[in-house]
């Protein structure tokens, strides 16, 4: 059970991204937004992610439900969703999803390489937008790191033909932190992206600062731990001040 000097401290941690005058809540009615440090766009703070649930069958129950997932999240004024060619056939699935629902220009699609050469990366990249039924991305991700002094070179070249918006790096473990922070002060980055939740807090220590001062944005993988944070909580009471805070079970 977390007790309120844990919950505080995750909540400063989030509060030090809400503070920052490049990351501000809209005014508009609708789903909280941050702006991307770089541009300026507003995106929602709540995205989604294709690793495991769109890795169905196209003529499956699954993918139907996958469909009314989607119209549901972009009714409810969702943009961002996050897949990679590394995830099985999600990326065919979800650009066929986008396809049928008419729902391309709604999205906006980040993707990743995920190669060791030029030449794989560039046979990736081709393969990619044939899967997702598009001829552009609006952000292209080296997947963990992998061959990035090649490939962030190469995703910076697509962005100057137009091919992508944004270019960034991965990872999903606490192991790469330090090898992320080191790129950040480095290279030029539009966005990182990162493993962070109450169960692994570590990147609030150095990274979230660090990317504030870089103006580098943040997309966050695991934020629940693959689940298990509510394996943890699930049937234990709340804490008496949860009631103080205005927090209780949903119906």
């Not at 009615?29 to 709540?46: F, N, Q």
């Amino acid at each position: 059970m977390y007790g309120r000097r844990d919950v505080l401290r995750a909540s400063a941690a989030l509060g030090l991204l809400a503070a920052s005058p490049w990351l501000h809540a809209a005014t508009s009615p609708g789903l909280l937004t941050r702006k991307v440090p770089s541009t300026g766009e507003a995106l929602p703070v709540i995205g989604a992610g294709t690793s495991g649930s769109f890795e169905v069958a196209p003529d499956s129950a699954q993918f139907q439900q996958l469909k009314a997932v989607l119209k549901a999240f972009f009714d409810g004024g969702g943009k961002v969703i996050d897949t990679s060619p590394n995830y099985g056939g999600a990326d065919s699935v979800l650009g066929q999803l986008l396809e049928e629902g008419g729902w391309h220009r709604q999205c906006f699609i980040a993707t990743k390489i995920a190669a060791d050469s030029r030449a794989d990366a560039e046979a990736q990249w081709a393969g990619s937008l044939k899967s997702l039924r598009t001829d552009k991305v609006d952000l292209l991700q080296i997947h963990n790191l992998r061959d990035w002094q090649t490939q962030l070179p190469y995703a910076r070249e697509l962005k100057q033909q137009g091919k992508t918006r944004y270019v960034g790096i991965t990872h999903y473990l606490n192991s790469g932190h330090d090898e992320v922070a080191s790129i950040v002060r480095r290279e030029p980055l539009d966005f990182i992206q990162i493993n962070y939740s109450v169960n692994a807090p570590q990147a609030a220590r150095e990274l979230l600062p660090l990317c504030q001062d870089k103006g580098v944005a943040v997309l966050i993988n695991r934020a629940f731990d693959d689940g298990r944070l509510f394996g943890r909580v699930k049937d234990q009471p709340l804490p008496a001040w949860a009631a103080e805070a205005g927090i209780g079970r949903g119906g």
